[in-house]
């Protein structure tokens, strides 16, 4: 089956067997290796990518799925400028250790911080809640999307 | 060795906040763990797990996988060209079962294949036939002389003893005795990283293994030996690795021993990786621990005696339990003068998950035990838990359970003070003992404090090397025969190597371990990579900086004695030149720019009959504090603040430090509240995340962090250790709290609803969640 779909900013086509996994795809097949498999059924958050801006675990979903529709990843959130105060502010705080569910975090904080120009605590607890970490004890990851948000927010100004 | 630079006794970089050197990789997603290393033309492997527990195994065919197109290899335990097994301590744990199989994570055949897909296909082609063995389950029974054998040579795996005073002299001096028994659940390390390896045959005759490896040398002992290749032919690198927590040891011995015999028998790559549910059914776990204390205590709440009777479930394998439970023994009293002590702890063998080392390694167990019980003293005794604990904790001075004097400054009484001024301790706690009975939810705070010895201790050989490359630019490239598996040693290592040789650490890259690059140094485990590597980096720049001084005193004609190195220069007095510079005219003439620095750890000593001795060359100390809210209508327990004290001696980055604690804090509230590995009859009941539940971003309370820096003369700038404290006491400090806000002591981990509630805990259904779902669709 072709499908056309729109992968960190640039328009592909390729040729998809119907029962592949979008996680699958990303990783084996196209060699974006951020994504991360931590679980495998939707319960970890590791290989949350952003479906026409909205984070999803791509372990749940099927390649065929995104025909038509915007997927970007970790590589994709990384290579765009307007997200650069995410990355830095995991940098300096600290909100990295192992660093595996880095990348999803930071895609489901770029779905948040686009949506949500200045999040409370709570509103980023919430956006966060499907990513799990083992090691940071979050507490690093919600002073960083906080960060990001009021540099952001200055920048703005 | 550099103590001061030209700003008088402040560092460099030392204690200041600094990011990960590793952190832009991970922040990208360019960092490469174990599963994101692939080669042209790699195979797939997969493993074929025991359906029972405990088993007989009569006869295997694989005939109808093997005539699977696009199968390489299918192999059993016949096709093992060296030992059949291996074990840093008891080498039985066997890389694909012959005679019997001992737990449902026993595998019995690997496949390789040209696809996961083909792998796995072949591995349901497999025929084996079984006979099922009782299967042992509990750890008590399996003592007993009728129970059925795990092992040929018996169920006991290891038996640790300490004998201080003399036990019946003690229980006459008390006032009272209590005796409780408190029992901790298994638990799962549960790094985010499942395990994943890529082996690949090598141009010399060997294989070359890149995986998630945390204990590279053992693991390289164990492929050598089981591939009958020396060790030079075995080289393990290390991949970025997603999480440990002590958990990627003897698992991925396993694995890396079977993806490197399938890599050499298809004389291709071969890739290993681990489902979720695969990395929970065979990796090993935290060791549930049974524990039965008696005290004996005086009026003045003064510790006389204390009788400890402990029996731990070491599961299948040996693993490290006989390291674990001796850890166990010799803090098993906790941080409190008893005059006299008699401590058994006995490891047995049976058919459930093997148990090994987890962050604390049998630490978090005996403090939930001890912790609880200064708390139950107190009540008995009309003391506040926080009064209770003063009048027995360890001093400058004292001597410990195996009778070892403590040289070196103790901060137990000042790490508890900190946390209970800090948290208002004694007048909350006083005030939830009266609540409104209307409401029903009910605050309660509690506390709880350790001591624990640093690193391996008299547990075996203990050194470890930094090596140190600086490049002509004035760059350098360091790397270690430890790993930095999340919890910063790449960057701890990087800022010592910074402030030792005055390079700024954005200067160092740290290259992962890797068995060719660096000599054995041991495992990364005991919270001892911050004080080995630490030090064994300064030894190393030392002996680098010793070498290029007289180059530099030369450049700038002064003596080498009125050099400062700072800031990528190094000047006397006004003059000054650059790093660069300096290492490219040693370069120039013929100086090695090259250095490895190499730590010992002092002496340490332990006498097994009556089990005695000077057990670790240091202690760290730390108290925690919880406050909590129990719902007493439903037993839910919410964490509300969390203060968490310890003196690490030296905080080398504060960033990486306060770190460690929260995650430390979340871990232990996982272990209090929420987790448990659920096994029947030797299966597991639970596979994946929908059920092992761990702490979520919403459930952290607000946590506060202090450090007390004792400034130990031993370690790299005083600095001592911290992974494993931060964890091993937030659980009994939940636990205090909840009896302080229900009135009701719950002596199981973990606190689930229904042991707030009914105090006991109510047994889940055969198939649920996951394996509920599986049965419908079969």
Known sequence: ?157 | MAKENPQGNKFNVIGKASPRVDAIDKVTGRARYGADHSRTGQLYGAVLNSPYPHAIIKSINTERARALDGIRAVLTHADIPGAKSFGGIVPHQMVLCSGKVRYVGDAVAIVAAETPELADKAIELIEVEYSPCPVVSDPEQALSPSSPLVHEDGNLCAHHKVRKGDIETGFKNSDFVIEHEYTTQKVEHAYIEPEAVLAEPGENGGVTITGSVQNLYSIRRAVASVLNLPLNRVRVIQATLGGSFGGKDEAMSAICCRAALLALTTGRPVKMVNTREQSMRESYKRHPYKMRYKVGVSNDGILQAMEIKIIADAGAYAATSQFVTWRSVVQATGPYVVPHVKTDIYAAYTNNCYTGAMRGFGSPQICFAVESLMDELAAQLGLDPFEMRLRNTLKDGSITATGQKLTHRVTLDEALRNVTSAGGFKAKWLANREQDSASPIKKGIGISCSYRGVSLGAEGADAAGVGISLQTDGSAVVTCGLVDMGQGAATTISLVVAEELGLSSDKIVFLNADTTVMPDSGPTVASRTSFMAGNAARVGSTILKDRIAPVAADMLKCKASALVFCHDFISAGSSRITLAQLAAECFRRGISLSAHGWYKSPKTTWREEDGTGDAYFTFVYGANLAEVEVDIHTGRVIVTKFISCHDVGKVLNINGAKGQVYGGVAMGMGYALLEAYAEEDGQPKLGNFDEYLLPTICDMPQTEVIFLEGDDPLGPYGAKALGEPANEIAAPAIANAVANATGRRVRELPLTLERVLLGKNLIPGRERGSAMAKGAES
Do not use: W
């Open chain 1, 1 to 157: 089956m072709k499908v056309r779909f729109k992968l960190n900013g640039k328009f592909v086509m390729l040729d998809l067997p119907g029962v592949e996994r979008l996680i699958d795809l990303l990783r084996e097949r196209l060699d974006l290796v951020g994504t991360k498999e931590g679980c495998g059924k939707g319960e970890c958050g590791a290989c949350t990518v952003l479906l026409d801006g909205k984070p999803v675990c791509s372990c749940l979903m099927l390649a065929s799925q995104i025909a038509g529709h915007e997927i970007v990843t970790i590589e994709g959130v990384a290579a765009d400028n307007r997200y650069a105060h995410i990355l830095n502010a995991f940098e300096e705080t600290g909100a990295v250790q192992c660093g595996y569910c880095s990348p999803g975090m930071i895609v489901s904080a770029a779905a948040l911080l686009a949506r949500n120009r200045h999040p409370s605590d709570n509103e980023i607890k919430r956006a966060l809640a499907g990513n799990l970490c083992r090691c940071t004890g979050y507490s690093k990851i919600i002073e960083a999307v906080s960060r990001a948000a009021e540099r952001v927010a200055q920048e703005r100004k």
